[in-house]
Every structure is written in C-alpha cells, then in structure tokens.
C-alpha cells in the first residue's frame, strides 16, 4: 500500500488568521449581499487598476517636464557642433541620474507606505539606510521584492517564511533580499513593542 502525503503552503498573519474570502468567491447567487459586493466591485476595480498600475511605475524625469526644460535651457544655436555633441551628452547623463534619483526616492516611499506598521517600520527604515547606495542591478532585486504583496514581504522579513526561490543567492554570496532578512533578524526594531514601533516610525518621519 502506497500512501500519499500533501503539503500545503498557507499565507496568514501572525500564523493564525488564514487565508481570507470575499463572499462574492463563494458562488451563491441567493447571497444578496454578495451580489451587492460584485456590483460594487466592478463599479471600483477600473479605479482599482488605475491607482495600482500608478503605485507600481516608476516615474522618469519627463513625468514633469523637467527633462526637456534643461534640454531647452542648454541648447543655443550660436554653439559649434562639437559643443553642441558634448552638451547633448551632457544632457543625456544629467537626466538619467535625475531619472535614477527619482526611483531611488519612489522605492523609498513605497516601502514605508505599507499600510502595516511593522512593514512600514522595518522595510521602510532598510530603504531609507540603503537604498541611496544601491547599484542598478540591486534596485532591481529590490524592486521586485517591493512588488510583493505587504503579507509576503511581512512573512519574509519576519522569518515565517524562507526567501522566494527565484530571489536567493548562491552558496558564496546572499542576494540582497537574503541580506534585508539578516538585518531584520538582527535590528531591535524587529524585537519592539506596538509603543515603541509608533514612537520610532514618528521619530524617522515614517508616518
């Protein structure tokens, strides 16, 4: 006889809350208040994606203008075209770092702007030490840690659950997200109470 054992992967909160349900998920047609709550989701969801499809784009120069005002503002006809050339890379580069500038800011701002405190608190104190001296290539890591959604973030960061597979390191060196689980294991803000999470958060202007 041949037995066959099934693992399943359950996301909570604080180990105990489970996985939630809207009522509308529950197929019942004689549910009027799931009903209700389909109207008014289909009424919601297009502004729902729109405000989503904003809080995941990064935002570049052009986004306000700024990138062609200094381009208008160093262009002058009277120039030869070798100083024009030089002056247009110039450009170039001046607005690609404002450009990575811009995303360093909007990465730090969304890891403080969770909607969990204890997220708020430890991610977004890790992106305010460090993001400014991040490389490209670990904005990028980084990014796709944002992307996640706030409990998974929360699970990795507290060690309820291991980093995702396709965001590990190897044998000789940790990927960025293993190093921001190492930091959280280590920092006192992870070992905090509710009172003093609030009294740092407010003290870092995290709120």
Not at 198 to 203: A, I, M, P, W, Y
Request: aromatic share 6%; with cysteine.
């Amino acid at each position: 006889t041949t037995s066959t054992t099934t693992t399943t992967t359950t996301r909570c909160y604080m180990g105990g809350a489970g996985d939630m349900k809207s009522r509308r998920e529950n197929n019942n047609e004689n549910d009027e208040i799931a009903r209700r709550e389909q109207e008014l989701w289909d009424k919601a969801r297009p502004r729902y994606d729109a405000i989503m499809e904003r809080h995941l784009r990064l935002p570049t120069v052009d986004d306000d203008g700024d990138g062609d005002a200094d381009a208008d503002a160093n262009s002058d006809a009277t120039r030869t075209a070798t100083t024009t050339t030089s002056n247009s890379e110039t450009n170039e580069s001046t607005k690609e770092q404002r450009e990575l500038q811009v995303r360093r800011k909007r990465l730090v701002y969304r890891s403080k702007q969770r909607g969990w405190l204890e997220v708020d608190l430890l991610l977004g104190t890790w992106a305010a030490e460090n993001v400014p001296s991040l490389t490209v290539d670990e904005l990028d890591e980084f990014e796709n840690f944002v992307n996640m959604e706030t409990i998974d973030i929360y699970n990795v960061l507290t060690l309820r659950v291991d980093v995702p597979e396709e965001m590990r390191g190897s044998m000789d060196e940790k990927s960025l997200v293993e190093r921001i689980q190492d930091w959280a294991k280590e920092s006192p803000l992870g070992k905090a109470d509710r009172e003093r999470y609030v009294e740092v958060k407010t003290k870092n202007n995290l709120i």
